[in-house]
């Protein structure tokens, strides 16, 4: 089950996410990018369907991108928080997308911020989050040790402590997670944690 | 599935009145929220004198809040003037009758003051079935044990302190023994 889990630090939010593609009972690979960066201060990790993540995340990737192109100023991470719930709203009683999104981003005026945003476009902003069965661990994990401001380095070992817990008590643990970073500098990937190591290959 | 789960009360009493909204908590997958963003959210300040809040399902209160304030903000323009709560009680039926076979999950509770200052009180169920009371109205999780907390605690012509301690206390009572909703409540006066 896909692990999503992110977190607000002293001016930096963190997104976590596992790596596996997974088809039924087929572990397909185990470096599949699930946090999607949607312009230079934005993450958009996803979990749920895969064609459906692929697929919402690149048309709200695309869509913040218009909005920049058409305005020539970028969006804000609520203002993408809220153009993203709007389009699961739209699309619930029509044909539903299953995709559960954590939106993390940085704005000069208002520092760090993290969105929550689950396949019925329930939107609510928060300091952590976390979806899939990964989720009774991370929560737990972060209920406990989390607080304001965190550093980087506390901030990274509280994931690292998430997912040691992933790994040691999920039936069926993700064995690779990336981390994904963005603070003032930017939105970058920060590290990978890898139990397996698959073969590389050249980008599609 | 996420559900938000609210439990709201609104107390009547001649000159102002109360609605007191414990802050949603979650449920499923044991998953929590903190009190304040939840409850910024359902809760439309719409005019001056009066408000509404919207207990269910929380992206349906989340879209109908939007929907909420963009017709009342459209009202103002034309008419140059507030919703009387009466009006904006029959606006919120109206929308939510037109989802009737479809319906949004959410039932209000609004709160306001009307003409001369009369206080009104309304709660719908989720296809916009208005029901006015003279003294008080629940809607959410726990409201069966607000029907008897209030009508325990309830007395007419109450002062705002007065009101203000009854309408806590029967919320938070009620929400005690509810395990979806909790984590204490805001009381607004209106």
Redesign the interface.
């Known amino acids: 089950m896909e692990c999503v889990f992110g977190l607000v630090g002293k001016g930096f939010a963190l997104v976590v996410a596992d790596t596996s593609a997974v088809h039924s009972i087929l572990l397909h690979k185990t470096n599949e990018d699930k946090i999607m960066v949607l312009d230079s201060h934005k993450l958009m990790g996803a979990s749920g369907e895969a064609g459906d993540r692929a697929q919402f995340t690149e048309y709200i990737q695309k869509n913040v991108a218009l909005y920049q192109f058409r305005n020539g100023i970028p969006l804000t991470t609520a203002a993408a928080a809220n153009f993203t719930r709007g389009e699961l709203a739209t699309a619930l009683r029509k044909n539903p997308y299953s995709v559960n999104i954590l939106l993390a981003g940085y704005d000069k005026e208002t520092g760090p911020s993290l969105y929550y945003i689950d396949y019925i476009s329930t939107l609510h902003k928060v300091d952590k989050a976390a979806f899939g069965y990964g989720s009774y661990f991370s929560l737990s994990m972060m209920d406990r040790h989390y607080h304001c401001d965190m550093s980087l380095e506390e901030a990274v070992d509280l994931v690292d402590k998430c997912i040691i817990e992933i790994r040691s008590r999920l039936v069926i643990a993700p064995p690779n997670f990336v981390i994904k970073i963005v603070d003032q500098d930017g939105a970058r990937e920060h590290a990978w944690r890898e139990s397996i190591k698959d073969a590389p290959i050249s980008a599609a | 599935?996420?559900i938000?789960l609210s439990t709201m009360e609104a107390l009547w009493w001649p000159w102002s009145e109360r609605i007191a909204s414990p802050s949603p908590v979650?449920a499923a997958?044991?998953?929590s929220?903190?009190p304040s963003?939840?409850i910024s959210?359902e809760f439309t300040r719409s005019t001056k004198r009066s408000s509404s809040a919207l207990s269910g399902?929380?992206?349906d209160a989340?879209?109908l809040y939007q929907r909420l304030v963009f017709r009342h903000k459209l009202y103002q323009l034309r008419e140059e003037r507030n919703m009387k709560p009466e009006t904006f009680a029959s606006l919120v039926s109206a929308i939510l009758y037109e989802k009737r076979f479809?319906p949004y999950f959410c039932q209000p509770v609004i709160a306001g003051l009307g003409d001369d200052n009369k206080p009104f009180i309304c709660t719908m169920d989720s296809i916009g079935a208005k029901e006015l009371a003279k003294d008080f109205v629940v809607a959410g999780t726990a409201s069966e044990s607000l029907y008897g907390a209030c009508e325990a605690m309830f007395k007419p012509d109450m002062e705002a302190e007065e009101l203000f301690e009854t309408i806590s206390q029967a919320l938070l009572s009620s929400v005690d023994r509810d395990c979806l909703s909790g984590w204490g409540g805001h009381v607004y006066v209106v």
Do not use: E, I, K, V
Request: charged share 10%.
């Open positions: 599935m996420f938000s979650t997958s044991a998953f929220f903190r963003p939840l959210r399902l929380a992206t989340q879209t479809g």
